[in-house]
């Protein structure tokens, strides 16, 4: 059993798992996450079924709109008799963290089984202290150049009164880069450290920038009609001259 902490627990179908890393235990609050050194894992298994549970590997992994951005599997292979509880623990080498994430990400230590299904697992929010220039980081700036080149697109056709005449039809072009502004809020606040990613902080940010985005260019002024045309004048400079050269 882990003595002397009150480990976070998970449980999946009578199975549940208690955690620490370096001796802190893996709740809900952030879980420091170094790059320059190993951590220590320890988990308990606790099998609430008949049955007995054969794990064969240990995940850590963290995600962010959807993808994974780090996964470290331990094949670390022990059973769990029906009714009972096993302990094991692992050191983790963290050097690739680095160059694969930095700053809040939702994190997951989970057990798989040699189907590598997941037998329990525990989420927590994962404080990686990483490089900007880590696969996340050059993600964020990849979406804030797109957002950037996506609000420059809208504000040239603007500039040259190029939007379509419908206000619905000029909404829309507007709306890739307020979904953009949006993403880049929520990538920006994790990078910094400020807050994880997660569906109830994402959402509401990338509703609210589309929202605004999708306002604006609904109310973006119509533009000019084409001058006319005057059907005389394209006449005289469309006639043939006479052989004399003269008109």
Do not use: C
């Not at 609000?151 to 829309?172: C, I, S």
């Amino acid at each position: 059993m882990l003595l002397g902490v009150s480990p976070a627990v998970a449980a999946v179908g009578g199975v549940s798992i208690n955690a620490t890393v370096d001796g802190k235990p893996v709740t809900g609050d952030e879980l420091l996450l170094d790059p320059s050194g190993s951590a220590r894992i320890s988990l308990t298994i606790h099998n609430g079924t008949d049955r007995v549970l054969h794990v064969k590997t240990v995940r850590l992994s963290g995600t962010a709109l959807a993808l994974t951005f780090f996964s470290y599997d331990t094949t670390l292979p022990f059973d769990v008799p029906g009714g009972e509880s096993v302990t094991r623990g692992f050191v983790l080498d963290l050097d690739q963290l680095g160059s694969q994430a930095t700053g809040l990400l939702p994190t997951e230590l989970a057990v798989l089984d040699a189907s590598r299904d997941v037998i329990a697992g525990v989420e927590t929010t994962g404080d990686v202290r990483g490089s900007v220039w880590s696969v996340y980081g050059i993600f964020g700036l990849a979406v804030l150049l797109l957002t950037a080149l996506a609000w420059a697109g809208a504000l040239f056709a603007l500039a040259r009164r190029r939007l379509p005449a419908n206000r619905w039809q000029r909404a829309m072009q507007f709306l890739p880069a307020g979904i953009g502004t949006g993403l880049v809020a929520v990538i920006s606040l994790s990078v910094l450290g400020v807050m994880a990613p997660s569906p109830a902080a994402e959402i509401p940010f990338i509703v609210v920038a589309a929202a605004a985005a999708l306002l604006l260019g609904y109310l973006t002024p119509h533009p000019a009609p084409a001058a006319p045309v005057d059907p005389e004048a394209t006449q005289r400079l469309t006639r043939p001259l006479p052989p004399g050269g003269a008109a």
